[in-house]
């Protein structure tokens, strides 16, 4: 079965510090997997999505993500938080091109 | 470019109580899902249409959920007759034909409510 992980519920940084949201993937095949990003009361917005191509993948707002098949992680960084970017994030998961898993989320808190 | 539209954008029933969300995709757009996201989850997709026919709704419970998308275009939602557990924002994607969720557009969502 194909299932992510987001090993933290709540994520707090401080204005100006790195951010690191970690992902694990199961996935019997090579599949795409994407971030996207959830703002109170606002659609979903794709961040970045990695599909077999460079495994280290670069997004909007500054954000990227690397891919590592052997520790089947999928971790989004950026390095330096603003304080716009506090919003939900969700790591996915595709093992085709027709069906998406999404992972639990995760919420992130920028403080001044 | 227009984005996915939905309507209404909050709702509040009361049990046993029916109730039906519209989406208008991005135009152009072949493929239509509409997703349940529970409070604190992620979303979990309920439907996919690819024009007018059905793809997987796989995790649609039928006994009290249907959709349509009789002209390929706009779809419809509803829930019938409504239980406490279908409070969640229902969201509804659309994506240009060939692109599957590689390249989804999500709308806004509307919250549902039930009492």
């Known amino acids: 079965a194909q299932s992510v992980t987001q090993l933290d519920s709540h994520v707090s940084v401080s204005e100006g510090t790195p951010v690191l949201l970690r992902c694990n993937y199961s996935s019997s095949y090579s599949p795409s997997l994407f971030w996207y990003v959830q703002h109170p009361n606002k659609g979903l917005q794709l961040l970045l999505k990695?599909?077999?191509?460079?495994?280290l993948v670069k997004g909007i707002n500054g954000f990227e993500a690397e891919f590592k098949k052997s520790e089947t992680s999928f971790h989004l960084t950026k390095p330096s938080a603003h304080m716009s970017d506090a919003a939900e994030y969700f790591c996915v998961v595709s093992p085709n091109n027709n069906d998406m898993r999404f992972g639990a989320g995760t919420r992130l808190t920028v403080k001044p | 470019e227009a984005g996915v539209a939905q309507s209404p954008r909050y709702k509040i029933i009361e049990k046993r109580q029916s109730v039906a969300f519209w989406c208008n995709p991005i135009?152009?757009?072949?493929?239509l899902y509409w997703y349940q996201q529970i409070l604190g989850q992620g979303p979990k997709l309920l439907i996919q249409f690819q024009n007018n026919g059905v793809v997987d709704d796989s995790q649609l419970p039928k006994d009290r959920f249907s959709a349509e998308r009789l002209k390929g275009v706009d779809s419809t939602l509803k829930i019938q007759p409504a239980k406490l557990e279908d409070s969640a924002v229902y969201l509804c994607?659309?994506?240009?034909?060939?692109?599957?969720?590689?390249?989804?557009?999500f709308g806004p969502g509307t919250r549902l409510t039930v009492l």
């Open positions: 135009s152009g757009h072949a493929t």
């Open positions: 994607a659309s994506s240009p034909p060939g692109a599957g969720v590689n390249e989804q557009f």
């Open positions: 990695y599909t077999s191509a460079a495994t």
